[in-house]
């Protein structure tokens, strides 16, 4: 059944505003920037855009690093370098105070040579090492151009592999063959905007002729592939992806008594796996009962790949999760499995290895109690029995971050650490609870100086995302250090419904129908920030970007009482015709379809744009976005600040012509967007 809404944008008078480039829709934008900067861009602010870019192009920040062959490649932003250097060093080097570069790419000197803004998106290693495949996109945007580059005479290669701006997937096969999925025309592309057919492309051949191995429904959200060039483990595999959660998967094996034959795999719809070596692990996101036996949600079970295929389904359990304690991820070593895990938001790394009929859980050593901890696979990639070496990185609120490397056994050995970029101290961290509407204890953390102390209440920033399964967990906060809590004020983090904090289950508590469920519990946390007496509704914003940017959209049309003010980043807000723009239709499985009547009637209920009304009381809202942004459209943040100032509220509008969805294209652009949503603050919640 079709839905008597306004997705079709008969009845909305700044449709015109969807018009990325155009005349009036940039005339207006242009407008409203002026008068934003007008607005905010005082003493404070360039000493806050100064403050910032000083840390961020610092140069004794920590290099990230990943291994491939006998180099360490990294990506660099500087001062001089804003676009960046596409790097490399050795191990040996790299664990020098000042190691010593080799740089293979200088994005700005390309773009002064080519007069087009490109940013670096990645590169991916061919199997002997010697070739890469570049991925440029424009100014930020999730759309690519890719090109094949020779890494020792650091040049593109003339006649070399070259796949069109587009969504893209590319991966090697081998030295002179590529898979790919690239969105190039409408018969490739789902309606969401990404590769429907994954082609495999062989050096010397036209692009359009590369051969179709795999394909999906226009309906269907995109095809997804992974190549695993381990010898003795040569495989693809290929996802259907149904929608943002749902999948069905399948396997293409080089070796073994099933080599040649693509094979879905009977999993659920809903799960993750991985495949590096012998095994199949699964987790799943629902309660999956097979043969007799009930994995549950968010456990990890194991499996040898061959015998699945045969028909076996005895699963071994190697990991079951609590009501606090959840897998976040989990990494295939020849030591054994390494679990990633959130304890009450609180990170854990277990090294798990078979013992018997089971598996025994042992913690790496030399961890803190209280950060969040990633691990991931250091090289390794040619290595038939898994890599021996992972990479760990270790942050935390108020703590720098650090890198270092585990080899499975012994103490970790440490590589590098990041600058204290802020005074913190007297700065605490504060785990609270605050309890939602149904009873649910909905956790967060308060960080600031002297928590204990008696004084009056602060100004506060209560940030949050609530969505598709994304965990929020503590990462040094030296922008934020630096610009808000040395100044005496707070900071608040909230884990509500729809993260993945607490496993799969979290995040379908808050999803489509009960999606504003997430919106409830971030505002029961601002309730209690009030109540526990740190700060006042005045004294209170709220921030989030994306899809937390519909978060705080619902903050300030249906809990605007609880806020002094909202800053608002590249934001849905129109969920009419969400599905409409851009990669939109993507994330029906997390929304819900507008076009369906029932489905519109609880959308509407948390849609912004609809739920805007003459007559009330709005706290001021700051709403940014990126006229690059090829993920969420511009569309929202601008027709929703349209729509408020025609209105008579308090809005304050920016978007900048550069940066893409994550707006990270160069730190200049980075140091203006903090910069300026602190000046918003200052002028709200700090008078």
């Known amino acids: 059944m079709t839905a008597l809404n306004p997705a079709d944008g008969h009845d909305d008078s700044y449709l015109w505003l969807e018009e990325i480039e155009g005349d009036k829709a940039v005339t207006w934008v242009e407008a409203q920037n002026k008068r934003t900067d007008d607005f905010l861009c005082d003493d404070a602010y360039r000493a806050d855009y100064d403050a910032v870019l000083t840390i961020l192009n610092a140069d004794d920040r920590i290099p990230f690093v990943g291994k491939s062959g006998d180099h360490l490649y990294n990506f660099w932003k500087d001062a001089s370098h804003p676009r960046g250097l596409w790097r490399r060093t050795t191990l040996e080097s790299y664990k020098l105070d000042k190691p010593e570069w080799d740089v293979l790419l200088d994005i700005d000197a390309l773009n002064k040579a080519e007069g087009i803004s490109w940013a670096f998106s990645g590169a991916a290693r061919s199997p002997d090492k010697t070739r890469a495949l570049i991925s440029l996109s424009f100014n930020g945007t999730d759309a690519i151009e890719v090109r094949e580059f020779d890494i020792p005479s650091k040049s593109f290669v003339a006649d070399g592999f070259f796949i069109p701006k587009a969504k893209t997937q590319v991966s090697w096969l081998d030295q002179d063959t590529l898979l790919f999925g690239s969105a190039q025309n409408p018969g490739d592309t789902t309606e969401a905007g990404y590769a429907r057919v994954v082609r495999k492309w062989k050096r010397g051949t036209p692009l359009a002729s590369a051969e179709r191995v795999f394909e999906v429904e226009k309906q269907d959200v995109a095809a997804w592939f ?306 526990s007496g740190v700060t006042t509704p005045q004294k209170l914003a709220c921030h989030g970007g994306s899809n937390g940017g519909l978060l705080v959209g619902n903050m300030l049309t249906r809990y605007p009482e609880l806020f002094g003010a909202v800053w608002c980043s590249v934001p849905l807000l129109d969920m009419a015709r969400y599905t409409k723009l851009l990669a939109g239709q993507s994330w029906i499985a997390e929304y819900g379809d507008p076009e369906i009547a029932d489905e519109w009637a609880f959308i509407r209920k948390f849609s912004p744009y609809h739920l805007i009304a003459p007559g009330k009381t709005y706290p001021p809202i700051f709403i940014t976005t990126n006229r690059t942004d090829d993920r969420v459209h511009p569309g929202h943040a601008r027709k929703m600040a349209a729509k408020l100032e025609e209105l008579g509220y308090p809005v304050w509008f920016n978007e900048t012509v550069a940066g893409g969805h994550s707006g990270a294209v160069d730190n200049t652009k980075q140091a203006q967007s903090q910069a300026l949503g602190f000046a918003f603050l200052r002028r709200t919640i700090c008078r």
């Not at 304890?343 to 013992?355: G, P």
């Not at 630096?482 to 496993?503: C, D, S, T, V």
Request: aromatic share 8%.
């Open 226 to 531: 992974g190549v695993d060039r381990r010898p003795t483990h040569e495989r693809l595999m290929y996802w259907r992806a149904l929608d943002f959660t749902r999948s069905h998967i399948s396997v293409e094996q080089k070796n073994g008594p099933h080599a040649g034959q693509r094979v879905r795999l009977d999993l659920p719809e809903e799960v993750s796996i991985s495949g590096d070596a012998d095994d199949l692990l699964v987790s799943p996101k629902q309660d999956w009962t097979v043969s007799g036996m009930v994995i549950p949600s968010g456990a990890l079970a194991v499996i040898n790949l061959d015998r699945f295929l045969d028909g076996a389904r005895d699963f071994e359990i190697i990991f079951t999760p609590t009501p606090t304690r959840a897998l976040e991820s989990w990494l295939e070593t020849r030591h054994g499995v390494v679990l990633q895990i959130l304890d009450n938001v609180r990170a854990r790394i277990m090294l798990t290895r078979r013992s018997g009929d089971g598996w025994i859980e042992t913690p790496v050593p030399g961890l803190p109690d209280n950060a969040s901890i990633s691990v991931a696979a250091f090289g390794g990639e040619d290595d038939p029995d898994l890599g021996k070496d992972m990479l760990l990185t270790v942050t935390g609120f108020d703590r720098p971050t650090t890198t270092a490397l585990w080899h499975g056994a012994g103490d970790l050995e440490p590589l590098k650490s990041s600058p204290r970029s802020f005074d913190a101290t007297g700065i605490q961290v504060k785990q609270c609870h605050a309890v939602a509407a149904d009873g649910t204890r909905i956790p967060y953390f308060l960080i600031g100086k002297n928590l204990q102390a008696s004084d009056a209440p602060r100004p506060t920033i209560l940030y949050g995302y609530g969505g598709f399964e994304v965990s929020l967990t503590p990462s040094y906060m030296g922008v934020i250090g630096k610009l808000w809590l040395e100044q005496g004020n707070l900071y608040a983090l909230a884990n509500i419904r729809g993260g993945g904090e607490f496993g799969p289950g979290w995040h379908l508590a808050s999803r489509k129908a009960t999606k504003h469920l997430a919106h409830d519990d971030f505002a029961a946390v601002a309730r209690d920030l009030a109540v």
